[in-house]
């Protein structure tokens, strides 16, 4: 499988094929382009659905699992309205719950869709530390700016930790992944070309120094992964945050 600007491509086409004896599902919101769908289904066996706001999007994901010989299930829905009886083993959406205010409604409507004993993934950037520090330079030279579509306060390990208590889900990780990481800056879009250059090396720099620093002024993503417990189980017994 390759993954190429956004798109996903095979090297041969092939029939999409059903997941062979697998009682596993998974629901990922905010699909597209699908390669997430393709990894959980080649990689783990899951049953894969997927939800998209945009009805070109869920049609350009639907073409990608075909080309990728992919069983799935694609639909085009507002998630802040969708309802479903479905249930799922596991539920994840990655770079979605950061953009809410009302971040712990959408927590919940994530894990009602969470079948029991079910796992939660979410994955946030951060635009904390020395990121946010980067990205307040160049929003000012941005048509649309970053940080004002992003609610910052939910880039934190905390507000999870907090919602994990509170609806006694296990923690399994939540923590900082991957360092200071270059990828995350739109440096492509900022208008004015000086700041282009120095926000061009300061990143770079970054990279070299912190890249492979894990914490709370320098990771770049963060990793919630939660499971919902069986109605028979016993409450989580609370852990320590991983990466704090």
Same mark, same amino acid.
């Given at each position: 499988?390759?993954?190429?600007? /956004?798109?996903?491509?095979?090297?041969?086409?092939?029939?999409?094929?059903?997941?062979?004896?697998?009682?596993?599902? %998974?629901?990922?919101?905010?699909?597209?382009?699908?390669?997430? &769908?393709?990894?959980? $289904?080649?990689?783990?066996?899951?049953?894969?659905?997927?939800?998209?706001?945009?009805?070109?999007?869920?049609?350009?994901?639907? !073409?990608?699992?075909?080309?990728? /010989?992919?069983?799935?299930?694609?639909?085009?829905?507002? #998630?802040?309205?969708?309802?479903?009886?479905?249930?799922?083993?596991?539920?994840?959406?990655?770079?979605?719950? =950061?953009?809410?205010?009302?971040?712990?409604?959408?927590?919940? !409507?994530?894990?009602?869709?969470?079948? =029991?004993?079910?796992?939660?993934?979410?994955?946030?950037?951060?635009?904390?530390?020395?990121?946010?520090?980067?990205?307040? &330079?160049?929003?000012?030279? &941005?048509?649309?700016?970053?940080?004002?579509?992003?609610?910052?306060?939910?880039?934190?390990?905390?507000?999870?930790? !907090?919602? $994990?208590?509170?609806?006694?889900?296990?923690?399994?990780?939540?923590?900082?992944?991957?360092?200071?990481?270059?990828?995350?800056?739109?440096?492509?879009?900022?208008?004015?070309?000086?700041? !282009?250059?120095?926000?061009?090396? $300061?990143?770079?720099?970054?990279?070299?120094?912190? /890249?492979? #620093?894990? %914490?709370?002024?320098?990771?770049?993503?963060?990793?919630?992964?939660?499971?919902?417990?069986? =109605?028979?189980?016993?409450?989580?017994?609370?852990?320590?945050?991983?990466? $704090?």
């Amino acid at each position: 499988m390759h993954v190429h600007s /956004g798109q996903i491509m095979t090297d041969s086409d092939r029939p999409p094929q059903r997941p062979k004896e697998t009682n596993q599902t %998974s629901l990922e919101i905010g699909c597209a382009p699908g390669k997430w &769908m393709v990894f959980l $289904a080649e990689r783990i066996g899951y049953e894969v659905h997927g939800l998209e706001y945009l009805a070109s999007a869920a049609e350009t994901t639907r !073409k990608n699992l075909a080309q990728c /010989g992919v069983y799935g299930v694609v639909r085009s829905a507002d #998630f802040l309205s969708y309802e479903s009886d479905e249930r799922f083993d596991l539920v994840m959406s990655l770079g979605f719950i =950061e953009h809410f205010e009302n971040y712990e409604d959408i927590f919940l !409507k994530h894990l009602k869709l969470v079948r =029991e004993g079910g796992v939660l993934v979410l994955g946030l950037p951060r635009f904390r530390g020395v990121n946010y520090l980067i990205q307040a &330079m160049i929003d000012p030279y &941005m048509e649309c700016p970053y940080l004002s579509s992003h609610f910052l306060p939910v880039m934190e390990l905390n507000p999870f930790m !907090k919602l $994990a208590d509170k609806h006694s889900l296990q923690k399994v990780f939540v923590g900082y992944v991957g360092g200071f990481e270059r990828a995350l800056f739109p440096t492509n879009e900022v208008t004015n070309g000086a700041m !282009k250059l120095f926000v061009r090396m $300061a990143i770079k720099l970054c990279a070299m120094f912190f /890249g492979n #620093f894990d %914490s709370s002024l320098t990771s770049s993503y963060q990793i919630v992964i939660l499971r919902k417990p069986q =109605e028979s189980e016993p409450r989580f017994k609370q852990a320590s945050p991983q990466g $704090a």
